[in-house]
């Protein structure tokens, strides 16, 4: 099984409750993603960390394999996802995809 986290931070210049709303929509987009990308075991979107936190979220997401997970990042539903409710919004994005 291979895991795929990712913690991103939304851009400075969304406000407060814009970024209330783009964290939730964020959320729905990429856990709706279950059962529709072949190889995709679970997906989990984080959005309230505790106050000592310096991400706004975090995805943590489990693959069959590495080629799952590779083949996710190009799945057309999870693009669209990515192109539509996370990449405008976010600032920065760090990953880890490891061996479980």
């Known amino acids: 099984m291979v895991k ?3 913690l991103w931070t939304l851009k400075e ?3 407060d409750s814009e970024k209330e709303t783009i964290k939730a929509e964020i959320k729905t987009g990429l856990e709706g993603l ?11 979107v984080y959005t309230h960390g505790l106050p000592g936190s ?3 979220l975090m995805l943590d997401s489990s693959f069959e394999n590495a080629e799952a997970l590779n083949e996710y990042a190009t799945h ?3 693009v669209a996802v990515a192109d539509n409710k996370v990449r405008p919004y976010t600032a920065t994005r760090n990953c880890l995809d490891f061996e479980v």
């Not at 279950?34 to 989990?44: D, M, N, Q, R, S």
């Open 4 to 6: 795929h986290v990712i």
């Open 13 to 15: 210049e969304c406000s």
């Open 34 to 44: 279950a059962g529709k990308i072949p190889g995709l075991l679970e997906i989990h």
């Open 54 to 56: 310096n991400v706004d």
């Open 76 to 78: 057309p539903e999870h």
